[in-house]
């Protein structure tokens, strides 16, 4: 397993989150905190990757690629927005 930053999503989530979504704006459903997600902690594994926050550990977005397409969750988010430079 690799553990990256929250960049390394960007373009998985482009689509879902918008074109910088480094900047995305994510509330964690575990602590409350309020961070980017190019803060979180990215695990990549040949299933997919997993996003967890800096914070408490809780899982706040996955996502697997499969041949019919691919699937994102937000299971530990509970609000987004973006951050205006």
Request: charged content about 15%; some cysteine.
């Amino acid at each position: 397993m690799t553990v990256v930053d929250g960049n390394a999503l960007a373009g998985a989530l482009a689509e879902h989150l918008g074109a910088d979504a480094t900047s995305a704006l994510l509330r964690c459903a575990g602590c409350g905190g309020d961070d980017v997600l190019a803060r979180t902690r990215v695990h990549v594994t040949a299933m997919g990757a997993v996003a967890r926050c800096h914070g408490c550990d809780t899982v706040l977005v996955t996502v697997v690629d499969t041949p019919v397409g691919r699937w994102v969750g937000l299971p530990g988010v509970r609000v987004h927005g973006t951050i205006n430079a």
